[in-house]
Structure formats: structure tokens, C-alpha cells
């Protein structure tokens, strides 16, 4: 890969991902301030509406060719990366075997690994759907 190609791709990752981020940082405080503090609901939402996104982008994007490694870059990698958070749902897993709510780690997981990847598959037939239209 060429260094001006490199350098697009990581300026658009990082707008998407300031884009994402921002988006993870008020899905998070709206669900706090309507739930509360007694489940992570903000990352659970964040990474379920990533998985069903992602899938959508990815079927959408790989019908578009290898041309569309900037939208790539720009949604997925930039806006998906940063709205979706790995590191948060293990910190919530420390924080729930801290507070001895051992149970909740079971399914926190169990919820956010067969939901999204039941999303993504879903997210992958809309995609389809909308390339065939």
C-alpha cells in the first residue's frame, strides 16, 4: 500500500472513530441516566446495534468492489470501531465479580455474544437486501 493511501485510510478511520466514540458516549449517558447503574445497558446497546451494523456494511461495501476501501475505513474500521467497545464489557465483568454479582457475568456475556452474533447474521441479510434492490 502506498504511504498517501495509508494516510487517508488512518485520517478516515480516525474520523469515524471520533464519530463512533461520540456516538458510544451519549447512547451510554442517556441509558445511564434512564436505567441506572445496575446493568452496562449502554455498552450492551452499543455493541449489538455495531454487530447488526457491521454485517449490513460489510455485505454492502464488498458489493461495491475494491473502490470502497475509503467508506471502509471511514465506517468500519472508523465509526463501528469506535462505537463498539470490547474493553468496556470486560470491565464491566471485573466490575460485576468485584461487587460479588458473579452470576451477572454469565450472562451479560451469554447475552452480548449470541445477540450479536444473531445481529451481524441479520445485519448481513439486510445488507443483502439492499444491494439486490
Known sequence: ???????QQLLLAMAGGALGS?????IGASLLQRFGAGFPWGTLTVNL???????????????RGPSSWPL???LIVGVV????????????CLVFARSERTTMIGIYLAVT???G????FAGARAGQWLVAR
Open 49 to 63: 446495534v455495531g454487530s447488526f451494523v457491521a454485517g449490513v456494511l460489510l455485505v454492502w461495501l464488498e458489493a
Open 117 to 120: 452474533l444473531a445481529l451481524v
Open 1 to 7: 500500500m502506498n504511504a498517501p493511501v495509508w494516510w
Open 72 to 74: 471502509r475505513s471511514l
Open 22 to 26: 461520540g456516538l458510544r458516549f451519549a
Open 113 to 115: 455474544l449470541v445477540a
Open 81 to 92: 470501531g469506535g462505537l463498539t467497545t470490547f474493553s468496556s464489557l470486560m470491565m464491566e
